[in-house]
């Protein structure tokens, strides 16, 4: 890819980067000074769940629908946050922080258990998907976070009064719970925007690491801003550098660079730092020592055992090859079983209920090429949009003009902006090229939007078909 193949792919993940940076290592300060380390988690999570129930009710993870239920839960974890900071707590408030993360994180698992795709789902909910961050969504987040960041300008003696001395808060007669939740319900604003693009893991690493870095190296908040600042730029250009040249993940590896970048960054401060940096460097040097030990031993015992089972499988590769001399009768049975199954509609539609995608491909790719208007029968007889999908983009490698009008169908019949979305991905997957359609209307409100999918369809083949819930002729 040429240089301007990367630009056009990174700057947009990396612009989106910077603003992150911007607001999260600022907040990061506070929650260091504060010591509830987790908060950001705990609300990252929260605000996850409220994508995640939204999801649910079939609104696309990145709509504005998806954001207002993220927003929405995310005040209630800040007024609960705010409420459970008391002047003589018994309880560590990081007790409740840790306990709301985890109740959240549950309630997630439970609800995608039940959603179609749900596995894809908590893994972009994780790990967001920044490498296809839109502009529009950087100039919306710079905002926000401007004004979130000129908010706490404005009233920056209470904030950090609080954060610093809680006691002489309390002492000078000033509202810690109220501006406890002031202070929340802005990060809460700040983490649900966030989530939506940088993912749970990445949001967490952008507030903490930057903090804990600057932290120590210096105590004045000045200079602290502005090594945070400096670090997560730096970070985040080498680990998307390294993501896009390394073919690898852009939130974790970027998280991972962070990881490696707080390392090295404490062992330099330990040798600078130390009383003796020549006994410094030598306890450095044999703990480096000693890890390099343990990794050398962990992989020769890793390669024993995976020589071990390279031996069982070859053993029971031999046992195989002599019990393949029984009759083939048996083998020749369930071979025509699997395809009685496969070569009926419901056969079909039982074998992929459930399954992942790559699982239904593989199945629809062993149905016999006599057999395949057994897809399109199977097709219209279910209403699980993942099936459909899966049915007609098999149906259209070997049939352009039948999976596209079968396409055009899922389009027209979704009742929901996330079904709608999937399928045109799927379409412009296809098609090799984008089609600017508002997922969050009907495509039958949408039809001034809709003459560039219409003029591919008929490229196609596709002119005209039937639609059992209604429709209309591309």
């Known amino acids: 890819?040429?240089?301007?193949?990367?630009?056009?792919?990174?700057?947009?993940?990396?612009?989106?980067?910077?603003?992150?940076?911007?607001?999260?290592?600022?907040?990061?300060l506070h929650v260091i000074r504060r010591k509830v380390?987790?908060?950001?988690?705990?609300?990252?999570?929260?605000?996850?769940l409220g994508t995640t129930i939204g999801f649910l009710f079939g609104m696309a993870p990145d709509s504005t629908a998806a954001l207002i239920f993220s927003m929405l839960f995310t005040f209630v974890g800040a007024a609960?946050?705010?409420i459970t900071r008391l002047r003589g707590e018994k309880v560590p408030q990081e007790a409740v922080i840790g306990l709301v993360y985890a109740l959240a994180a549950a309630v997630v698992i439970l609800i995608v258990d039940r959603a179609p795709h749900g596995a894809e789902h908590i893994k972009e909910v994780m790990t967001g998907a920044i490498l296809w961050v839109q502009w529009e969504t950087i100039v919306l987040a710079a905002v926000v976070y401007g004004g979130v960041g000129l908010f706490?300008?404005?009233?920056?003696?209470?904030?950090?009064?609080?954060?610093?001395?809680?006691?002489?808060?309390?002492?000078?007669?000033?509202?810690?719970?109220?501006?406890?939740?002031?202070?929340?319900?802005?990060?809460?604003?700040?983490?649900?925007i966030s989530v939506q693009t940088a993912g749970v893991l990445l949001v967490f690493v952008f507030l903490v690491v930057p903090a804990i870095t600057a932290t120590l190296i210096t105590d004045r908040l000045i200079f602290q801003l502005a090594i945070g600042w400096s670090i997560g730029t730096l970070v985040s250009l080498f680990g998307l550098a390294l993501s896009y040249f390394g073919d690898m993940p852009s939130g974790p590896t970027v998280v991972s660079f962070y990881g490696v970048m707080l390392v090295v960054v404490a062992l330099?401060?330990?040798?600078f730092k130390a009383p003796t940096r020549t006994k410094a460097l030598l306890k450095l040097a044999v703990g480096l020592a000693a890890t390099a030990g343990i990794g050398v031993a962990l992989f020769a015992i890793g390669h024993g055992l995976g020589q071990s089972r390279l031996a069982v499988g070859r053993a029971q590769k031999a046992v195989t090859s002599q019990t393949s001399q029984l009759p083939a009768q048996f083998d020749s049975q369930k071979s025509e079983q699997k395809v009685q199954v496969l070569n009926n509609a419901s056969g079909l539609l039982r074998a992929l209920t459930g399954k992942t995608e790559e699982q239904?491909?593989?199945?629809?790719?062993?149905i016999d090429a006599t057999h395949r208007d057994v897809l399109a029968d199977a097709f219209q007889k279910t209403d699980d949009y993942s099936i459909r999908l899966a049915v007609a983009r098999h149906i259209f490698v070997h049939d352009r003009a039948r999976g596209a009008c079968l396409l055009y169908e899922t389009l027209l019949a979704a009742e929901s902006p996330f079904i709608r979305g999937e399928t045109i991905s799927v379409i412009e997957e296809l098609a090799g090229q984008a089609f600017e359609i508002n997922i969050e209307k009907p495509v039958s409100t949408n039809s001034e939007k809709v003459t560039s999918l219409k003029a591919w369809l008929a490229e196609t083949g596709c002119r005209r078909f039937d639609l059992k819930r209604g429709g209309e002729s591309p």
Not at 37 to 48: P, R
Not at 268 to 271: I, T, Y
């Open 80 to 82: 609960i946050f705010s």
């Open 1 to 28: 890819m040429d240089d301007l193949g990367i630009l056009d792919l990174m700057l947009p993940a990396f612009a989106e980067c910077l603003v992150l940076v911007g607001i999260h290592s600022y907040l990061g």
């Open 37 to 48: 380390i987790f908060v950001d988690l705990a609300l990252a999570q929260v605000a996850a």
């Open 268 to 271: 330099f401060l330990f040798v």
């Open 152 to 192: 706490h300008y404005v009233f920056r003696r209470q904030f950090l009064l609080i954060s610093d001395r809680p006691e002489q808060a309390y002492a000078q007669g000033v509202k810690v719970r109220l501006w406890d939740f002031f202070f929340y319900l802005s990060f809460g604003v700040v983490i649900s």
């Open 360 to 366: 239904q491909e593989e199945i629809l790719g062993s």
